[in-house]
């Protein structure tokens, strides 16, 4: 599975940005995705993760009530919906996928695709 994320920016405190993840290569039907970012200086920390059926969805502290994950297996897309951003929330966001949930959250996924930059300003 090749995977293409997009949609990042430059974005005041308090905006919203919408992040996509393109699939490619295989159908992710049999895939659950998350998103994880990556701040400088720092590890790549887990964001977001949504099960293979789209039944099950989660997210670290840091993000919860704010930014939503969800997923188009038609389209072969996953999103993360960001609100309310701060300042705290610039890094590079990655998407993954792997067949196993447990593992996109333990960030052992089998796939990973090149980030999107966001800048989140005063």
């Known amino acids: 599975v090749q995977l293409q994320a997009s949609g990042g920016g430059l974005v005041q405190a308090g905006g919203s940005l919408r992040l996509s993840c393109l699939a490619s290569?295989?159908?992710?039907?049999?895939?659950?995705m998350g998103w994880f970012r990556q701040a400088p200086g720092k590890e790549r920390e887990f964001v977001a993760g949504?099960?293979?059926?789209?039944?099950?969805?989660t997210y670290a502290d840091s993000v919860k009530g704010r930014f939503t994950v969800s997923r188009d297996n038609a389209k072969n897309t996953v999103a993360l919906q960001m609100n309310s951003l701060k300042l705290e929330d610039t890094a590079v966001y990655y998407c993954?996928?792997?067949?196993?949930?447990?593992?996109?959250?333990?960030?052992?996924?089998?796939?990973w695709g090149q980030g999107t930059q966001v800048t989140v300003s005063s």
């Open positions: 993954t996928a792997d067949p196993n949930l447990r593992a996109v959250l333990l960030r052992t996924s089998d796939y």
């Open positions: 290569g295989r159908t992710i039907r049999s895939y659950a």
């Open positions: 949504i099960s293979v059926s789209g039944g099950i969805t």
